[in-house]
């Protein structure tokens, strides 16, 4: 098998085994009643009995035509089940169970006739975990055993009651003695409640491939965009959020409420992906009081303005019926791109899709400004609400309502009274024009903030280069400069020094030259001292030519060692001259080098600040644009909770005609319908008589219908439960638009049918909130999980519908390493403080803001009770709540507050509901977290109960924030928890620590 194969074999298993539970206690031990072992007579027996019932009940006659009873064989604890089971599989020691839960095997039902007894067709009903208790294994196929069960007691009670049940007892009696009979005034109605509702579908998941279950199931393989919003965490996500936010992305239409109001950025972020994201599933994270409502609003808004869209640019309005569906009567199958904007609400908590849908069409839902519009728009309004928008589907009931409606809207479009507007068509275009103009303005706006945010970190990055470089290259200079002045001193060291040579060899030359001139005249003077007949006194070698030639030789001698001399120091003088030239020109290339260098770096300054100049000027001139524009861009770098409570670009006058466009569409919606009537009219009966269209070559029409009936009533509701008998006929990505709300409570399975049927998924919820009602423990699931080796990310006893629709979402929030969770909602609108800081500490990581008009301190404390508990009943806390609550009710005679009263326990809430009795309190406003989820009060109190008798209850009441956290969000005003407070200290809870410091900070600021 494969993963898919395995999670939904495992879910159908938990499934399977969650039926069967039977409470003995029930009914004060007086509705199941110990069968006997053996008995002359069963017939008499049973009649006996209910005759017995009959007058105990004082039933007329006409009122018993259906009385009857149930058997319930093999009656047995399921903990001992689970623990045979896990010694079998070899199991962790985790999966083994300790509860009181008790299960029967197989139950089959009789009907009175005449005499006798019936058995009633289809009554029989074997359990998986009867199975696994006789067979000590699970079955292949639970159907298949419960198909030879019914063979086996078809023949057995084909025709003889008595003879039947002799041997069925005598049969039963050898497995077990335990087992019980329930009498029931209409035991044709039991059947169907011991089913899980979720099977079909389940297996349904299991035969067809669906892309959006393998999503739902895994997750979403591709890489998440994280919408970090915070400018200081590491992981902002400036980018993603500023592209989600350009006006091109925000809806043209919008839901009639207050236009002063526009929705919080985050909420602007999620309406926006969820109506223009290609992406097939989509998950929201809302604490309480962020407007998940809101935004869904907002978003069936949109859908029913783009159909309307659609509609006008159809040549033609009236749509060809092209299939017959009775005799004459034909049907047009809706334009995919009309129908594909349908929408459906579901969620587990019935509670929920009533809010949703009963809160639509109400009058006060619509701004006193709007009313008197959409009012004359008259969408088949009724007392009380402005038009038929939204209504509850699921149950047969309901569905019976749902197709009256539409019955009576075909009525009223087909009467002579009806008014046709063609006009509806025209207006609308107009005022789309109009809102998608404003539109387009405003992202002619983001459009130049998109050319000037790059242009703004162009020039802060040109700046910073332009300071670096510029810091650089005078850095350069200085070193420049101080260079230039060292070798302008070496050189002006050496030119002194040559200067002073050359003076030297001056003085030398000056000498020479007088020394030259005095040999000369000494030479001269020696050749005119010749002796007279030289040549002839040198033959005879006269003494006097000896004393002329030397005197001659050493007056030559001397001229030309001067001569020599003066040559020398003449070529000294030269080489030094040339030397200081040398050094001056050096001295001036140096001047001229250092002055080359100055210009450039003058050139380059100017040229770098003109380029800045021009850079900041165009810069100046968008901003001109957007600062002149109407329209307030998206501002990033504000304070987080400024951001978080921003709504870029569009004002109040947007709002407004976008609202107008609204009703417009409305208006468009009624004409259209008018326009086809004949296929509104064919659409409730097709829905009526649905079973005659369940076969292969008909069934289509059941799905062209819906696509009427969901179109002229724009928003129909669901539960879970209800889905599989609503749209069983209806096949794989059959349903336009599913909105899930309160996903979180609900178990991942209930929603399989839903999300197989659905093209588009969006589930709204919080999982910091109430975990899914799972009648079965960890241990079971986990068995169960490892008996189909399925993930245990997925199956488990905490996973839920948001928490895999938040995995399979694209879009979403990196709240830890670990955790991914859908696009968060930040902004909080319901509670004041200590009860806000409460919740944003203990389950949302400080990330909630509180708006400014709400920054007032409510009221909170930890009341210190302690005292001996019964069963998590402290009576002692009754009792104060007892008197604390009569006091409140005594002092507010004439306004009282609302207020509600929150235990972790069910006997807590039983008891404090009979102690608050006796001074006339609402038993209703007594109840676990689960009672409560969605609502809220002006004042809460959190009775924990349990005492030092009962720590490991204690220790559960506060090991997760969930509870904590949903009942300090019920209430608006005042939040108290009574509790023995060094009981729930000495847990160190990070939960009860930071509520305690919240609540002291709360009490410190009520005392200024």
């Given at each position: 098998m494969n993963g898919k194969q395995n999670v939904l074999d495992a879910w159908i298993s938990i499934e399977q085994f969650s039926e069967g539970d039977i409470d003995l206690k029930e009914g004060g031990n007086v509705k199941y009643k110990q069968l006997p072992t053996s008995c002359e007579n069963w017939t008499t027996f049973f009649a006996n009995k209910l005759n017995e019932f009959k007058e105990h009940r004082k039933l007329p006659e006409k009122k018993v035509k259906n009385l009857g009873f149930t058997i319930f064989f093999d009656v047995f604890k399921f903990d001992n089940l689970i623990n045979e089971l896990s010694d079998k599989f070899r199991l962790p020691e985790e999966y083994r169970d300790d509860n009181n839960l008790k299960k029967f095997t197989y139950c089959l039902s009789f009907i009175t006739t005449g005499d006798s007894f019936k058995l009633v067709d289809k009554s029989i009903f074997y359990t998986i975990s009867g199975y696994a208790h006789r067979n000590g294994e699970f079955p292949v196929e639970i159907s298949n055993e419960e198909d030879d069960l019914n063979k086996r007691m078809a023949e057995l009670f084909e025709y003889d009651f008595e003879k039947g049940m002799f041997e069925l007892i005598e049969q039963e009696a050898r497995l077990s003695t335990q087992n019980y009979y329930e009498i029931q005034e209409d035991v044709t109605k039991r059947a169907p409640f011991l089913h899980s509702f979720y099977i079909d579908d389940l297996n349904l998941a299991k035969g067809n491939e669906s892309d959006n279950i393998n999503r739902y199931l895994f997750g979403f393989s591709g890489k998440g965009t994280n919408l970090d919003s915070n400018k200081e965490s590491k992981l902002f996500n400036a980018k993603d959020i500023t592209e989600t936010l350009e006006p091109k992305n925000y809806p043209l239409g919008r839901f009639p409420s207050n236009p002063e109001w526009g929705l919080s950025l985050m909420q602007q972020v999620a309406v926006n992906v969820a109506i223009n994201d290609k992406n097939n599933i989509i998950g929201v994270n809302g604490p309480p009081g962020t407007g998940k409502t809101t935004l869904l609003k907002d978003i069936f808004a949109e859908l029913v303005v783009r159909q309307a869209y659609e509609i006008c640019e159809l040549n033609d309005k009236h749509l060809n019926e092209t299939a017959t569906y009775y005799m004459s009567g034909k049907i047009a199958q809706m334009p995919n791109h009309i129908m594909d904007k349908n929408i459906l609400v579901a969620s587990s908590n019935n509670g929920a899709v009533q809010n949703i849908v009963n809160e639509l069409p109400q009058k006060e839902q619509i701004d006193n400004q709007f009313l008197n519009s959409i009012l004359d728009t008259d969408y088949f309004a009724n007392n009380g609400n402005w038009g038929m928008f939204a209504i509850e589907g699921g149950k047969s009931e309901n569905r019976k309502k749902m197709i009256e409606t539409v019955k009576q809207m075909a009525k009223v479009l087909k009467s002579a009274d009806f008014v046709s507007n063609e006009d509806v068509y025209h207006n609308f275009t107009k005022q789309y024009k109009l809102v998608n103009a404003m539109r387009q303005d405003a992202q002619k706006i983001a459009d130049i903030q998109k050319k000037l945010l790059p242009l703004e970190d162009k020039l802060n990055e040109k700046t910073k280069k332009f300071q670096r470089e510029l810091s650089e290259k005078i850095s350069e200079l200085n070193e420049k400069k101080a260079r230039r002045e060292e070798l302008m001193q070496e050189i002006d060291d050496v030119i002194e020094l040559i200067e002073t040579k050359l003076h030297s060899l001056d003085v030398d030359k000056a000498n020479i030259m007088e020394q030259l001139e005095l040999s000369k005249l000494n030479l001269e003077a020696v050749k005119q001292q010749k002796p007279i007949l030289f040549w002839l006194l040198k033959i005879i070698n006269h003494k006097?030519?000896?004393?002329?030639?030397?005197?001659?030789?050493?007056?030559?001698?001397?001229?030309?060692?001067?001569?020599?001399?003066?040559?020398?120091?003449?070529?000294?003088?030269?080489?030094?001259?040339?030397?200081?030239?040398?050094?001056?020109?050096?001295?001036?290339?140096?001047?001229?080098?250092?002055?080359?260098?100055?210009?450039?770096?003058?050139?380059?300054?100017?040229?770098?600040?003109?380029?800045?100049?021009?850079?900041?000027?165009?810069?100046?001139?968008?901003?001109?644009?957007?600062?002149?524009?109407?329209?307030?861009?998206?501002?990033?770098?504000?304070?987080?909770?400024?951001?978080?409570?921003?709504?870029?670009?569009?004002?109040?006058?947007?709002?407004?005609?976008?609202?107008?466009?609204?009703?417009?569409?409305?208006?468009?919606?009624?004409?259209?319908?008018?326009?086809?009537?004949?296929?509104?009219?064919?659409?409730?009966?097709?829905?009526?008589?649905?079973?005659?269209?369940?076969?292969?070559?008909?069934?289509?029409?059941?799905?062209?219908?819906?696509?009427?009936?969901?179109?002229?009533?724009?928003?129909?509701?669901?539960?879970?439960?209800?889905?599989?008998?609503?749209?069983?006929?209806?096949?794989?990505?059959?349903?336009?638009?599913?909105?899930?709300?309160?996903?979180?409570?609900?178990?991942?399975?209930?929603?399989?049918?839903?999300?197989?049927?659905?093209?588009?998924?969006?589930?709204?919820?919080?999982?910091?909130?109430?975990?899914?009602?799972?009648?079965?423990?960890?241990?079971?699931?986990?068995?169960?999980?490892?008996?189909?080796?399925?993930?245990?990310?997925?199956?488990?006893?905490?996973?839920?519908?948001?928490?895999?629709?938040?995995?399979?979402?694209?879009?979403?929030?990196?709240?830890?390493?670990?955790?991914?969770?859908?696009?968060?909602?930040?902004?909080?609108?319901?509670?004041?403080?200590?009860?806000?800081?409460?919740?944003?500490?203990?389950?949302?990581?400080?990330?909630?803001?509180?708006?400014?008009?709400?920054?007032?301190?409510?009221?909170?404390?930890?009341?210190?009770?302690?005292?001996?508990?019964?069963n998590k009943f402290v009576r002692e806390q009754g009792e104060f709540l007892k008197s604390k609550i009569s006091s409140i009710l005594e002092d507010k005679k004439e306004e009282q507050p609302s207020i509600y009263i929150i235990s972790p326990f069910k006997n807590v809430v039983i008891q404090l509901q009979k102690t608050l009795s006796t001074i006339g309190f609402k038993k209703s406003n007594v109840g676990t977290v689960h009672t409560f989820q969605g609502k809220e009060a002006d004042i809460v109190y959190l009775v924990l109960g349990a005492s030092t008798d009962e720590i490991g209850a204690a220790r559960w009441a506060i090991s997760e924030p969930n509870l904590m956290n949903v009942a300090a969000t019920r209430a608006k005003k005042k939040f108290y928890i009574i509790g023995d407070k060094q009981l729930y200290k000495s847990f160190n809870s990070e939960v009860v620590e930071k509520t305690l410091v919240a609540l002291d900070k709360s009490q410190q600021t009520s005392a200024k």
């Open positions: 006097s030519t000896y004393t002329y030639l030397e005197q001659l030789s050493s007056a030559s001698n001397l001229l030309t060692e001067l001569l020599i001399n003066y040559k020398n120091i003449e070529e000294s003088y030269n080489n030094e001259f040339r030397e200081l030239e040398k050094m001056r020109n050096l001295k001036g290339k140096c001047d001229e080098e250092m002055e080359s260098f100055n210009t450039k770096f003058r050139t380059w300054k100017d040229k770098s600040r003109e380029k800045l100049t021009e850079l900041k000027y165009r810069i100046s001139l968008l901003k001109e644009e957007i600062n002149t524009s109407n329209f307030k861009p998206l501002d990033l770098t504000q304070p987080y909770s400024n951001l978080q409570l921003d709504n870029p670009w569009f004002d109040e006058s947007y709002r407004v005609e976008q609202t107008n466009l609204f009703i417009a569409a409305i208006a468009v919606r009624k004409q259209f319908l008018y326009e086809n009537v004949k296929s509104l009219n064919g659409s409730w009966i097709i829905w009526n008589k649905i079973q005659d269209y369940a076969t292969p070559e008909k069934k289509y029409l059941i799905t062209w219908a819906w696509s009427w009936i969901n179109f002229a009533i724009p928003v129909i509701s669901t539960t879970f439960a209800s889905f599989g008998g609503m749209f069983r006929h209806m096949g794989i990505g059959s349903i336009a638009n599913l909105f899930i709300d309160e996903a979180g409570q609900a178990t991942p399975q209930s929603a399989v049918g839903a999300v197989i049927r659905s093209k588009r998924i969006m589930a709204v919820g919080d999982p910091s909130q109430i975990t899914p009602v799972v009648p079965l423990s960890n241990g079971i699931i986990g068995l169960i999980a490892s008996r189909y080796t399925a993930s245990e990310n997925i199956v488990n006893g905490y996973s839920s519908v948001q928490t895999l629709v938040d995995k399979a979402s694209q879009f979403g929030y990196r709240k830890t390493e670990e955790e991914w969770i859908g696009m968060p909602l930040w902004v909080h609108r319901r509670c004041l403080d200590p009860m806000f800081s409460i919740s944003n500490e203990i389950s949302y990581g400080g990330q909630m803001v509180l708006p400014p008009n709400m920054t007032n301190p409510g009221k909170g404390s930890w009341i210190d009770i302690k005292g001996k508990s019964d």
